[in-house]
Structures are given as C-alpha cells and as structure tokens.
C-alpha cells in the first residue's frame, strides 16, 4: 500500500484546509487509516482515525474542529479542518493498515504499517 499526502499550507487562524492521502495497492475501504502530525522535537502525535467498520476517534484538542472521511471511489481519505489555531502549525501524515486498530491503541503510531510522505500545515497571520 502506498500513501500520499497533500494539501498543507499557509493559513490564516480562523481559517479551513482540507488535506488529502491518495492510496494504491489497496481499497481504503478496507483500510483503517489515521492522520498524525509532528512539530519539531516533539513526538508524533495520533489526530484521527477510521477504520473499515466505521469507528472514527479524534484527539481531543481536535474534536468539533477536524472531520476525517474517506471517498471509496477515488481512493482517498481526507481530513478537514475547521477553525485552525497556531497550536494546529505541524506536518501532516496519514498513515494506514489492512486490520482495524483496538480502539485503547488508535494513537499510538506503532500500530500502523503504511505511511505516506508529511504535508506541511503552517497556522500563522
């Protein structure tokens, strides 16, 4: 399975960008896939997920802000984002794997096997 993320870049706060992660190799409705991002000298940190049954978790700081959604006929997962903060400023992974993740273990990103390239997302006036 390859991964590729795009659609990062500049906004202002208060403002929206909705990133995207093109699949090959497999249907992403068979797929549990995540989004994470990463800031410099911090750890990569889990911002939403979902699976093929359905389940779908964000991170707290998240909730209300990001939707993640999948499109099975163009082979892509998405991440929209609403409402975006200088806190929100990181580069952008999805990720993925053929089983569903338990959901005590969503975050943490040893549990995925596909990663696709970061996208920069810069929150900033």
């Known amino acids: 399975v390859q991964l590729q993320a795009s659609g990062g870049g500049l906004v202002q706060p208060g403002g929206s960008l909705r990133l995207s992660c093109a699949a090959s190799?497999?249907?992403?409705?068979?797929?549990?896939v995540a989004w994470f991002r990463q800031v410099p000298g911090k750890e990569r940190e889990a911002v939403s997920y979902?699976?093929?049954?359905?389940?779908?978790y964000y991170r707290q700081a998240v909730k209300g802000r990001f939707t993640i959604s999948k499109d099975n006929a163009k082979n892509m997962v998405y991440l929209q984002m609403n409402s975006l903060t200088s806190e929100d400023t990181a580069v952008y992974y999805c990720?993925?794997?053929?089983?569903?993740?338990?959901?005590?273990?969503?975050?943490?990103?040893?549990?995925?096997?596909?990663w696709g390239q970061g996208t920069q997302v810069t929150v900033s006036s």
């Open positions: 990720a993925a794997r053929r089983d569903n993740v338990v959901a005590s273990a969503w975050h943490d990103p040893r549990q995925y096997i596909f």
């Open positions: 190799g497999e249907t992403v409705n068979y797929l549990a």
């Open positions: 979902k699976d093929a049954g359905g389940n779908i």
